[in-house]
């Protein structure tokens, strides 16, 4: 089963802390870490990088349970940011940037 986009548009099916859960990759799992680590200078267990998707019931990668974005849509009853009015807006701002994968994938359910 094909997971559906993130609210904010990043497709779960392809992050790897997804494809990690799923997988049982602890290796996958480590590189989380270590990445996270050596961008923002601290440490996260390696539970904080398990998510089953974030339309899932189940684990979400820590910032990603508490994320604005995702709780904005959902507050508002959407599955997506797409069926918003105010897409693309501040709240998504950090994410949807210059050639932003996930912003496109957005403008293209708004769209079709």
């Known amino acids: 089963m094909a997971l559906p986009l993130s609210p904010c548009g990043i497709d ?3 992050c ?8 049982n990759d602890m290796e996958l799992k480590q590189k989380l870490a270590d990445d996270y680590k050596r961008r923002f200078n601290a440490e ?6 398990e998510c089953d998707g974030c339309t899932e019931a189940g684990r979400k ?6 994320c604005d974005i995702r ?4 507050g508002k009853g ?8 105010d897409f693309p807006c501040e709240t998504g ?12 994938n957005l403008e293209g359910l708004k769209h079709s």
């Open 12 to 14: 779960c099916s392809i």
């Open 16 to 23: 790897d802390a997804y494809k990690a859960t799923q997988n």
């Open 44 to 49: 996260k267990p390696l539970t904080e990088f």
């Open 61 to 66: 990668i820590s910032f990603c349970a508490q």
């Open 71 to 74: 709780n904005c849509a959902f």
């Open 78 to 85: 959407f599955a997506t940011c797409a069926e918003c009015a």
């Open 93 to 104: 701002g950090f994410i949807w940037t210059t050639n932003s994968v996930s912003k496109a």
